[in-house]
T-cell receptor, first 116, second 114 residues
Framework: AQTVTQSQPEMSVQEAETVTLSCTYD???????LFWYKQPPSRQMILVIR??????QNATENRFSVNFQKAAKSFSLKISDSQLGDTAMYFC?????????????FGTGTRLTIIP | DAGITQSPRYKITETGRQVTLMCHQT?????MFWYRQDLGHGLRLIYY???????DKGEVPDGYVVSRSKTENFPLTLESATRSQTSVYFC?????????????FGAGSRLTVL
């Protein structure tokens, strides 16, 4: 079974600064996807970024980027030029790359607060 | 409306009562999921379905029943609610054939069992 660990329950950062959220995972699989989801106070789960394990290049989406270290089983999220709207719970998640098996395994989340 | 909708958004019930949470998606996605969210646990998979009439247990299925007679609907039933089932419940859907491997979530249903 896969496990996902987020060791930072809460973080806070000043607006416009850069913040990095940590995520490690444990799996014996070689092919998989990793995700970061954002959950603002509205409670909606919003996909932030996705990384395919077979790709060496780190995924980026505007101000969001990841540092994917496959050997270390680490998948951190960097938010640059943080904005007040980034305040949310962030969940790291794992999915096996296996057609017909799209279950997500989530970490426990990191609550991020952006301070004005 | 297009998308994935959950109802009710909020529900208060009493121990021992039966409760059904509804989930409806308009994309004809083959996969549907039910997760529960609890503080300190993140989201945990309750049940999932690969297609109509095909369902399977997730990590925490005890006390829950699901059905999927139509592709677009995936109701979750608590046959005899317990206080430990107080939680926020999320429905999600995905389509493997799209190649995107992305789950899209509903807005969640907050259930309180007194």
């Amino acid at each position: 079974a896969q496990t996902v660990t987020q060791s930072q329950p809460e973080m806070s950062v000043q607006e416009a600064e850069t913040v990095t959220l940590s995520c490690t995972y444990d799996t014996s699989e070689n092919n998989y996807y990793l995700f970061w989801y954002k959950q603002p106070p509205s409670r909606q789960m919003i996909l932030v970024i996705r990384q395919e394990a077979y790709k060496q290049q780190n995924a980026t989406e505007n101000r969001f980027s990841v540092n994917f270290q496959k050997a270390a089983k680490s998948f951190s999220l960097k938010i640059s030029d943080s904005q007040l709207g980034d305040t949310a719970m962030y969940f790291c998640a794992f999915m096996r790359l296996n057609f017909g098996n799209e279950k997500l395994t989530f970490g426990t989340g990191t609550r991020l607060t952006i301070i004005p | 409306d297009a998308g994935i909708t959950q109802s009710p958004r909020y529900k208060i019930t009493e121990t021992g009562r039966q409760v059904t949470l509804m989930c409806h998606q308009t994309w004809s996605h083959s996969y549907m999921f039910w997760y529960r969210q609890d503080l300190g646990h993140g989201l945990r998979l309750i049940y999932y379905s690969a297609a109509a009439d095909i369902t399977d247990k997730g990590e925490v299925p005890d006390g829950y029943v699901v059905s999927r007679s139509k592709t677009e609907n995936f109701p979750l039933t608590l046959e005899s609610a317990t206080r430990s089932q107080t939680s926020v419940y999320f429905c999600a859907s995905s389509e493997p054939m799209s190649g995107a491997n992305v789950l899209t979530f509903g807005a969640g249903s907050r259930l309180t069992v007194l």
